[in-house]
């Protein structure tokens, strides 16, 4: 049973680390590491699961009956996909959150919005807005 | 070509999407979006009809049949979201020109169809599919649009709203994809329909028990049920206006159609509901939730906050339906879902007329705007009314229908905490009356001027809809009722499989 | 047979506690440049354990995204945000909580899973079977995942385009800067004189970058009979231009490859793929139905991948540029606003 398992259990593992990661860390590269983390290890159980005794990788060849599942293999390429285009998203927002706050740690940015809470002037952040800003300085 | 509506449902937006990039010109841009979002409705349309007189529809993707391919399977619970997805989306998209002139700057109004399109295509995807894991990329496209789209508005705090949004989107996408995939071990389909009828072979394994733990703890992610709805106000109060208006029609829809779908269609009613103590911990947590939201909207400053917790508050009233799981809890829950995209996304468009005219949507600043924008602010009001549940409107109509499941078993107390709750949402409503109405205009909006008509068509529309709705009930109930006795009746049949088995 | 078998779960048993040993490095470290390239150490070593469980196709996915491209974007990022985590204040009794919570829930819901590799397990006895005994009589193609995501599930793989396509739109949207003509020339020449400290690099990989795109290829072509694919190959060729620009500098890249023109190639690849679904259509089919493409089924199952795949690839490699550019054009951009943006934040803090 626990080889039988192994894998599951250190899928679970890995996943509650990158869980803590996004929950736990302040600094919002870090919590994009920790989405990584946590995605990765789900491809990690879906590709686990699709493991057969005997098998071999699922492309046809002479006298071998045996291929582990394909399926898997195709919605976690999918999935993958997937992981690296949120990541994209997720950096392209820190980039811009460090423009607008000059900070990527959760607890400076939290600070800063609820000092600016009751002011109803908009903090304006486009870059266009910078450059008229530049002009005045 | 009638046969394919299916599948054009979803391709006609999703084809746009790229075409919108290669047409460039703004103004040729909207007004494209605008007729593939109409040709959308019209399909729609079509399909609640076939499906109304016909019954299911299945379409094979590739020819493949089901187990081996993807399917659509469309049924009268998401022909009906279908409908309402698009018809909002049309309709808000009247006014989207105007508003994002104000809002957004030159050179990302493309961009902003764009991901708008990608973003109903998204949404369409997850309702129309029979699949499990399509499910999945479908809701990441609509997911990824929609961080992008929340980013785009004006101050700052979008910013930090659509990294949050991000980061619970994609915990609760991944919480749905781990429960995918535990469903998929035990059975190894993904087809929802053959999902729930193998699932019930190992309905007694803890794994399949993760499973649906996972999945719905995810959709409520998605869905901003209390108390995971920590996202959702500054995402709705920062996000372009025309992009709220928008979501707050439809997205947590399409998370409760998920949710429903979900229990009822792929788990069964006997599992989530007899084996698991679910109903009284959905009931206590909608219950909690039209507490807490709707009193945190009464300390609101930014309407635009207001109403984004009039809608976690008004999520906990579908969520009380689907608790009670009989034929008539869930068809309130349907109405209340019509009719919550019809009072909100005429509010939020409203609001979007505000913003357009004085920049801001404090409530500070509503001094007076009752003499100055007299018809917009008529539509708050009779929006305002629809969400207390006033008769002839829509949300008499839900809420009536929520109070005879809830009184059909014989439920008494919570019966009167749901009207208690109205009295909250009277609260919220009345403190922008106050300000827009009875104070003296403020010197700084001497200038303001009546919305421009391109915002007035559309808020009016779905007034007129909220009223219509709310006296000729034929429509809505009947889709509704049709849907979830339709619903049931698969639930049913799923006892009788393991009453066999056993 | 026994010996082999128990290398390979010695194997397994190496890599995933090298898996687990990476994570909580990177919960302790705090200087963000390690944690990076940790993170994509991790992507290559659970690519490593992807090949050991005999999934190829997404070891090498996995490789050129987690590894490669998701790693290179983060250090770009940091460049621009700094490199070092600050401590938080607050105990994480929190995050501790959900994290037993959930986890618990998980390591309760293994006990009644089948065990790793077990022959009668649900997975391997319905819906697979068709797919391994038939899919060579039905789609024709020797490598089952390309037959399963190009043919039985190309919808989904559609889907997955167009993830990518939205990521590509949604970066565009958040970090395109509108550039003024007059900017270029001051740059050209600070990269002018920046790159003859990199003679020898940019030689060797100017010979490199044919050979890299001819790989693209290859994988682009060899998907129907070994690992590759589409993505993998659009990956693979955005790389190339990436060491490009790395060497030869952003505004020499923007002479080369025009923005506009990428943005239309990675829209042209979407609208390829569904234009093959479309042409099914309209010959009767269902939608993706490659059959009808041809008279010969097999045939049209042939021709069906190889256009789907070739959408892919557009999209992937002109996305995968876009993003490149826009993160390193915003980097531009900041330093060319630099005092404004320190000003920012000192106001900020000010306050």
Known sequence: MIMGLFNDWVVVVLMMIGLYIIIAHGNLIKKIVGLTIFQTSVFIFYISMAKIDGGTAPILVDGVTQYSNPLPHVLILTAIVVGIATTAVALALIVRIKEAYGTIEEEEIQEQDSQHKDSHKLNIHNSSEINRDKKEC | MLVHLPVLQVIVPLMAAPLCLILKRVQLVWLFTLLVSGIAFLISVLL?????????????????????????????????????????????????????????????????????????TGMLGIVATGDAFNVFVFLEISSLSAYALIALGKDRRALWAAYQYLIMGTIGATFILIGIGLMYQMT??????????????????RTVFT????????????????????????????????VTAFFAATATKVAIY???????????????FTTLPLQIIFMALGMLGIFVASTTA??????????AYSSIAQIGYMIVGFSISSVAGLTATLLHLFNHALMKSALFLALGAVMYRIGSVQLSQFQGLGRQMPLTMAAIVIGGLSLIGVPLTVGFVSKWYLLMALIENGWWPLAVLVLLGSLLAIVYVWRIVEMAYFKPSLATHANV???????????????????????????GVQVAQAASESLFAVSVSDITIIEDSL | ??????????????????????????????DLFAVVMLAGIYGLISASFFVVMDAVDVAFTEASVGAGISTLLMLVVITMTGRTEHPTRHKPLLAIFVVVVTGGLLIYGTFDMPYLGAIDAPIHTHVAPRYINESMQEVGVPNIVTAVLASYRAFDTFGEVVVIFTAGIGVLALLSVVRRRDEDSVIDSINDSMHEQHL???????????????????????????????FQAGVIFASAIILYVLLFGLSTARKVINQTLIQLIAAFGVLFYGCVGLVSLLNGGNFFDYNVLSSDPIAGQHLGILLIEWGVGCTVASVMIIIFFNFAGRKEFQQRNGNLIDNISKKNKGI
């Open chain 3, 1 to 30: 047979m026994k010996r082999g078998e128990l290398i390979e779960s010695l194997i397994n048993i190496v890599l995933l506690s090298l898996l687990v040993g990476i994570a909580i490095a990177i919960v302790c470290m705090k």
């Open chain 2, 449 to 475: 001027k009546e919305a421009p008509i391109s915002f007035l068509i559309p808020i009016w529309i779905l007034v007129f809809a909220n009223i219509y709705f709310g006296i000729d009930t034929r429509l």
């Open chain 2, 211 to 242: 499973a649906y733990a996972f999945v719905i703890v995810g959709i409520c992610l998605k869905l901003a049920m209390f108390p995971l709805h920590l996202w959702l106000p500054n995402a709705y109060a920062y996000a372009p206006s025309i």
């Open chain 2, 48 to 120: 609640l009809q076939q499906v109304m007189s016909s019954g299911t529809i299945i379409y094979e993707l590739g020819g493949w049949e089901a187990p081996w391919g993807i399917e659509y399977r469309i049924d009268k619970l998401n022909a009906f979201l279908l409908l309402i997805i698009t018809g909002i989306s049309t309709v808000v998209l009247f006014a989207a020109q105007t508003s994002i002139e104000k809002e957004i700057s030159q050179d990302k109004h493309t961009v902003f169809y764009v991901l708008y399109l990608l973003s109903l």
């Open chain 2, 188 to 205: 190894g389909t993904l087809n929802m329909e053959d999902l729930s009828q193998r699932l019930p072979e190992v309905a007694q394994t």
């Open chain 3, 200 to 230: 020898i690099l940019r030689i060797v990989s100017k010979m490199m970058i044919p050979f890299i795109m001819l790989f693209a290829l290859y994988v682009q072509f060899h998907g129907d009979y070994g690992p590759g694919g589409g």
């Open chain 2, 258 to 272: 998920l949710l429903i779908r979900f229990t009822f269609s792929v788990f069964g009613l006997s599992f989530s």
């Open chain 2, 298 to 307: 009464i300390y609101q400053t930014n309407v635009k906050h207001l109403f």
